[in-house]
């Protein structure tokens, strides 16, 4: 039986993207604080920078393997009953990680949290989606997104600020009446605008999807340290590859795939979902990269290494909202071009001076990158999400949430591993490999950010023509 419901903007529809968005924002607010004490972390409890990344690397990789079960969680339960599970899962894990006597109970904690995000990030752009006036999607998907994009401004200063006043451990403890706050706004105000279905889930291929994850991220983060060419490297990469093969056989010939592969049929929405995750993949390789230089290069404190991130974070979540309305009055192509250059900007500028950069140039350029990402992530969701027929929404939606946090995962694994492996050539001179190791990350993000807007002006050579709703 249809549930009939008018599509409007109105206080409960407000209240739960603002539900769903501070659990995302926790989530992200965090993960990026976290990467502030890393140097911290690895003097606390004994462990290097290849096994201290795994604080970030772990909970991104549990999004990607909870999001890709969004559609299915979407059709089978209630949306306030999945709410309200993922708050008190990722209310669980803040307070043990709160808590934590060691690195491994402080991780267990994270993949809690992962999978109390991974559960309601989707459900935020899933409310949106089907609750927004079309009209004002674009404005309303910058909202959503504006909540998450305030998150790096506040992570990485708050964590800079708690960790010389308080230590680590107080950064869980702040989010605590965050998480109350909002599971009483998601408690009052989540209502249900589809009905329940009975569906099928899809075992074989979701293990065969998590194994590829799962074997792709440890390839990643073990070759720090047992190199790229190693025999369990290689070995990790071809499994990953292999099970991606069999998934995307059986998902084509499943009634009830984990994620319905048709989405991709639609060559602007792959053209997308390509760019969306290669912007992500610089967003998270910075916010790993210019905290830890300028501890571990510059010797600045906690603090100034968290709000040298703060100005761009906060351009960028101003701009978001406001980039919205432009794609509703102007239509995607302009403001997301616009967003790719600034992007390429600032990914050039890092390049250039990587070898001798002070905290205020980093600050400078990260306001590029923050206003470009602005204009150009949000957007281009929003533009991928638009070429598909409205029953494929909630998984294009399952694809973009999660590409977005494996992307995440990867590029933490990636950009460490690079520092790490040059780390490992100078031993003796800590400061000067992380140097040389950032430069040469920083020239690769260069690299994806052309391939970025390649990606997009790609994406619109295609007319959007009729589709199916």
Known sequence: MEIEYERNI?????LSILATGLMS??????????????PTLMQEFKIGISAVQWITTGYLLILAVVIPISSFLKKRFKTKSLFLFANLVFFAGTVLCAVAPSFQLLLAGRLLQGIGTGIALPLMFNIVLEQSPLD????MMGIATVITAIAPAVGPSLGGAIVNSFGWRMIFVVLLPVLILSFFAGLFSIRQVKPIETVKFDLFGYLFLVLCFVSFIFATSLAGTAGWISIPVVGLFILSVVTLIIFCRHSINSDAPVINLKVFNYK????????????QFICLGLGFLIPN???????????IAGCILLPGCILGAVFTPFSGRLFDKLGAKKPIIAGNILII???LCFSIFAENVTSLYFAVFYLFFGAGQSFSSGNTMTNGLKQLPEKLNSDGNAVFTTLQQLAGAIATSIVSTIVSTAQAKMPD???????????????LLFLLALLIILLSIRSFSYREGNRER
């Not at 924002?25 to 890393?38: D, L, Q, R």
């Not at 004002?136 to 404005?139: A, D, E, V």
């Not at 602007?268 to 912007?279: D, K, N, R």
């Not at 230089?293 to 603090?303: C, H, K, M, P």
Request: aromatic share 10%.
């Open 268 to 279: 602007p929405f792959s053209y997308s979902v390509a760019a969306f995750l290669l912007i």
């Open 136 to 139: 004002k999607l674009g404005l």
């Open 25 to 38: 924002f926790t989530g992200v607010v965090v993960e990026t604080a976290m990467n502030i004490t890393f």
């Open 345 to 347: 900007v600032s990914t």
């Open 429 to 443: 001179n800590i400061a000067a490999a992380t140097r040389s190791g950032s430069h040469n990350a920083f020239i």
């Open 293 to 303: 230089y300028s501890q571990i290069v510059s010797g600045e404190s906690a603090l």
């Open 10 to 14: 109105d206080l409960k529809l407000i």
